[in-house]
């Protein structure tokens, strides 16, 4: 019961790693892929026919449609359909959805059936690129980290910058940032489910034995990075907004630095030594580092309205803070563009395009006031701590599906077998 077999073999097919990724607003993990399973084999005397070829054909869908995903996965331009009807994001999103509730009856009132299918996956970010177990929750976890996925993939192309009709620099239209918010909660919600309902259902030794990508610190990570550039986006758009005032750019900003701290804490001890896994870590750590830039920016300018030295030496210290914090983010992104898989920026777009060309002028300027104003032993040293602000935005509240109908008539069948 729950036994597994992790092999870093060449699976063939569809598994290729890709070299160079394009270009990452967003970062989404390297592709777990299913493998195929025989249901007969396993359930074949256990459940009716009609269960047993619904599980299979619902499962085949996914591995038929994430095997023409995966070599395609991480481009940046749009999903076409083929003139074969090829998967689009949306529709293998759809077709987990689908086969979730019917998944779910293996493990319904803690039935023994969980542990009798062999389900097999490849991943990306483990050495051991094939993990097998028999473990139905093993699998209920894998379908919601691919929905996860391939919600931060569809978030990503919502936030590279279109070349507009009317000549100027490309950029992202307002619409496409609030659905991206959309999306980035509901990504964290999948999350979030996996870690509270679905990883406590498997054994310790199960739990060990998951492939790094699966691993809660990794779970949690993604979950936090999804809604900390859920908030940046946000950051954007109050930029954008005449109304809102620097007390909330400034309290999203320190939002996002939490944000991303969490996502770094929990991340940073895992071993992520190459690939995939060393990528999202250094994701995380230039997120983290770019929000810092943000956050200080905004408080420097708000204490910089105070009326005395006190306020304004502490002012140029949270400037020259988010100056020095800004060129630390550029070295941290390009150190996180040369990890492999190759990667590079989009045109410079939203919050960091508007900081870029702000904070060095404003830091500069106000530096030179202040200095003119006071003694330099009136200005700090070091930077002002940052305010704390209780985090607002949350996961969506997603719930796993009711066991599907088809199940009602299995009961008499599978008993406690």
Same mark, same amino acid.
């Given at each position: ?12 097919g ?12 967003v970062?989404?993990?390297?592709l777990?892929?299913?493998k ?12 009716s ?8 054909a619902?499962?085949t869908r ?23 009807g +090829?998967?689009t994001? %949306?529709?293998? *999103? $759809? @077709? !987990?959805e689908?086969y979730?509730?019917?998944?779910l &009856? =293996?493990?319904? /009132? ?22 097998a177990?028999f ?20 978030a990503?192309?919502?936030?590279l ?5 009317d ?19 509901k ?9 509270r ?19 809660? +610190?990794?779970l949690? %990570?993604?979950? *936090? $990075? @999804? !809604? ?7 950051? &954007? =758009?109050?930029? /954008?907004?005449t ?8 309290r999203?900003?320190c939002?996002m630095?939490?944000y ?10 895992l071993p ?6 060393e ?13 810092k830039?943000?956050a200080?920016y ?18 140029v ?10 060129k ?12 492999i898989?190759l990667s590079?920026n989009?045109?410079l ?5 508007? *900081? ?5 002028k ?13 003694s330099y ?18 996961p969506?509240?997603?719930q ?7 199940w ?5 069948r599978q008993?406690?077998?």
């Open positions: 019961m729950g036994c597994f077999v992790s092999t870093p073999q060449d699976t063939g569809n598994r290729r790693r890709p070299g160079n990724i394009g270009e990452v607003s970062f989404v993990p390297g777990r892929i299913p195929p399973v025989d249901f007969s084999l396993a359930l074949g005397d256990q459940l026919k009609t269960l047993v070829e619904r599980l299979s619902l499962r996914i591995v038929v449609m994430a095997g023409q995903e995966a070599p395609t996965i991480t481009r940046t331009r749009r999903k076409t359909a083929t003139q074969h +090829g998967s994001l %949306a529709d293998l *999103l $759809q @077709a !987990l689908d979730l509730p019917v998944l &009856g =293996l493990v319904k /009132d803690g039935s023994t059936l969980q542990h009798k299918v062999q389900f097999i996956w490849v991943n990306q970010e483990d050495d051991a690129e094939e993990t177990m473990s139905a929750w093993y699998e209920i976890l894998s379908v919601l980290h691919l929905m996860a996925t391939l919600s931060l993939s569809q990503n192309l919502l936030l910058p279109r070349t507009s009709l000549g100027y620099s490309p950029k992202v239209s307002e619409e496409s940032r609030r659905s991206s918010v959309d999306i980035f909660l990504a964290a919600g999948y999350l979030d489910c996996a870690v309902n679905v990883l406590p259902q498997l054994p310790a030794e199960q739990r060990r034995n998951l492939p790094v990508d699966l691993a809660e +610190g990794v949690r %990570a993604l979950c *936090l $990075q @999804a !809604l900390g550039q859920a908030v940046d986006i946000q950051l &954007g =758009l109050a930029i /954008d907004s109304k809102a005032t620097l007390a909330v750019k400034r999203l900003a939002e630095v939490k991303w701290q969490q996502a770094q804490d929990n991340i940073m001890n992520l030594s190459n690939g995939w896994g990528k999202h870590r250094l994701f995380v750590k230039w997120k983290y580092i770019e929000a830039a943000s200080y905004y408080h420097g300018l708000i204490l910089d309205e105070g009326n005395t030295e006190k306020s304004h030496g502490m002012a210290a949270a400037l020259q803070a988010a100056d020095e914090y800004l630390e983010s550029k070295k941290a992104c390009e150190a996180f563009n040369a990890a898989p590079r989009p045109p777009w939203g919050t960091m395009k508007y *900081l870029a060309e702000k904070i060095p404003d830091t500069s300027s106000k530096v030179r006031i202040n200095r003119d104003l006071y032993e009136k200005i700090m040293e070091t930077a002002p701590t940052l305010p704390d602000f209780a985090l607002a935005l949350k969506d509240e997603y796993l599906p009711h066991v599907d109908a088809s009602d008539d299995e009961t008499y008993g406690t077998a």
